[in-house]
């Protein structure tokens, strides 16, 4: 940054233009981390509203597929049982 061979004039503004070099590589980090912060805030693909949303939905999913397991498991049973005492003519139909 500093140089003991340039006056304290160029020492100064060649500071300057490296600060000026960092504001501007600053700012546009700047705009790339506000882009995806609002890319996050909003409700498109892939921000937290969306993500909720599909966590939401897959939740939902998920009881009903629980509920589908129990009706069906219900059914299964339901039919052993009538093959094991053969009171419904379940064996005979098939037999």
């Known amino acids: 940054m500093f140089s003991s061979g340039l006056s304290l004039r160029q ?11 960092y504001k501007i590589s600053n700012d546009g980090r700047v705009v790339v981390l506000e882009n995806f ?11 937290i509203a969306d993500l909720e949303a599909k966590h939401d939905a897959q939740a939902a999913l998920f009881t009903t597929l629980e509920s589908n ?3 069906l498991q219900a059914r299964i049973d339901t039919f052993n049982a009538g093959l094991e005492d053969g009171a419904d003519g379940t064996v005979s139909t098939i037999e």
């Not at 020492?11 to 300057?16: E, M, R, T």
């Open 37 to 47: 912060k609002a890319g996050l805030e909003g409700t498109g693909e892939g921000s």
């Open 11 to 21: 020492n100064i503004k060649a500071v300057d233009t490296d600060l000026y070099d």
């Open 69 to 71: 397991a129990s009706t």
